[in-house]
T-cell receptor
């Protein structure tokens, strides 16, 4: 059973640029959630995808967007990067039998994004 | 209210001692309370979780105590080891796989 994988591991961008982060869910999982973890803080929920549709969103602006593909992998896109977007971006996968019935989330190692 | 408050922010314990981390929540709809362990440069790893229908759950050296009326829960690490040195996060959610609301984290250092 393979765990959650994320790419790239590290990324440096400049303010105003766009970035795409990728996540492969754990084998057998069909739901992917994205979190932002600023240095020294707990992760903050960005959004979740279930069966290729957004299934909940946290308090993040529309320039944070995502996709889920038929193989349940996912992308997080961030447009017009700001300095405060510098953080560890975490992907978590879980197995859901329905939109409202889900199981425990398991996290990937994260992508460290630095915006200069 | 979605907030989960965690204390202390940092904790130093001698090897063999008991580490205790506390969390309090406000949203009474929360029905799943996991604890995650995070090492530097790594993602959070699920340690142990509890649902509010039980007051305590034990797995090895790790125990969660849950007080539904007080809306508080805590993690106890018995016989703490230097390898336990990490940041611990409590979290809460309604429905296990739904949006997790995390506490601010506790940085634990276990001295040899």
């Amino acid at each position: 059973e393979t765990g959650v994988t994320q790419s790239p591991t590290h990324l440096i961008k400049t303010r105003g640029q766009q970035v795409t982060l990728r996540c492969s869910s754990q084998s057998g999982h069909n739901t992917v959630s994205w979190y932002q973890q600023a240095l020294g803080q707990g992760p903050q929920f960005i959004f979740q995808y279930y069966r290729e549709e957004e299934n909940g969103r946290g308090n993040f602006p529309p320039r944070f967007s995502g996709l889920q593909f038929p193989n349940y992998s996912s992308e997080l896109n961030v447009n017009a990067l700001e300095l405060d977007d510098s953080a560890l971006y975490l992907c978590a996968s879980s197995k859901s039998s329905a939109r409202s019935h889900q199981e425990t989330q398991y996290f990937g190692p994260g992508t460290r994004l630095l915006v200069l | 209210q979605q907030q989960v408050k965690q204390s202390p922010q940092s904790l130093i314990v001698q090897k063999g001692g008991i580490s205790i981390i506390n969390c309090a929540y406000e949203n009474t709809a929360f029905d799943y309370f996991p604890w995650y362990q995070q090492f530097p440069g790594k993602g959070p790893a699920l340690l142990i979780a509890i649902r509010p229908d039980v007051s305590e759950k034990k797995e090895g050296r790790f125990t969660i105590s849950f007080n539904k009326s007080a809306k508080q829960f805590s993690l106890h690490i018995m016989d703490s080891q230097p390898g336990d040195s990490a940041t611990y996060f409590c979290a809460a959610t309604h429905n296990a796989g739904n949006m997790l609301t995390f506490g601010g984290g506790t940085r634990l250092m276990v001295k040899p």
